[in-house]
């Protein structure tokens, strides 16, 4: 039996697509993201296409992405409570106008952290590179999470892929409907798949290498 929560949610789909046009690409595909230069390691992405008159928004993590949030989250947690109040309590408002008497806040410009939030960031920032350098007790596999939203089909999507490029991206597209419409799986797919202490390890050099590179591209601007 259909229910009639997810029946309305599917025809509130329909009703924002055809009032709010989607801008798609050559190939049907929604890709909000530039690929001006290929590095060695993906993290995450997102795509979107049109499905049966709904919209399917892709959100994609690599494995390796669980695990460095993993990495952080237990540095916050073993880091202890953060100082009281916040660094942004003495942050600088950038005004821009908006019409000829009013303005609006267009952005903060806030300062170096400062006394016990400097020092609690900083041991974060220590527990988080001893983590990464050793690695944890963490194993991901590949998952999917499919959610009836009111303006999309989400699918929360962890899977190992390569999501560099545009080619690549639809790619990801291109499995991600295999997938909802249940013309494969992940375990099909990636049989046996896991990302753990050793897939980390061994990829570091990778992970300095683009952290560099992004560095000198960031340095040139």
Not at 111 to 124: E, F, I, M, N, T
């Amino acid at each position: 039996m259909k229910s009639q929560y997810h029946e309305q949610l599917r025809r509130r789909m329909k009703q924002y697509h055809r009032a709010h046009q989607w801008r798609l690409g050559d190939q049907g595909l929604m890709i909000p993201h530039a690929y001006p230069e290929k590095f060695a390691l993906s993290w995450w992405d997102d795509v979107g296409f049109i499905l049966n008159k709904r919209r399917v928004m892709v959100w994609w993590v690599h494995p390796r992405m669980k695990y460095h949030d993993a990495i952080e989250s237990m540095a916050f947690s073993e880091a202890g409570e953060a100082p009281s109040g916040s660094f942004l309590d003495n942050a600088e408002k950038k005004w821009k106008r908006v019409g000829r008497s009013r303005k609006k806040v267009s952005s903060w410009v806030t300062q170096p952290a400062q006394g016990s939030h400097r020092d609690y960031y900083d041991k974060v920032n220590d527990l988080i590179s001893r983590k990464e350098s050793e690695g944890i007790d963490l194993v991901v596999r590949p998952s999917m999470k499919i959610q009836t939203l009111w303006w999309c089909t989400g699918i929360e999507l962890c899977a190992p892929l390569d999501v560099r490029s545009k080619e690549e991206v639809v790619a990801l597209a291109r499995l991600a409907k295999q997938l909802i419409k249940s013309e494969t799986t992940l375990e099909i797919l990636f049989p046996d798949y896991r990302y753990g202490r050793k897939e980390w390890l061994q990829e570091a050099a990778l992970r300095i290498a683009d952290r560099e590179k992004r560095q000198s591209k960031d340095t040139k601007q």
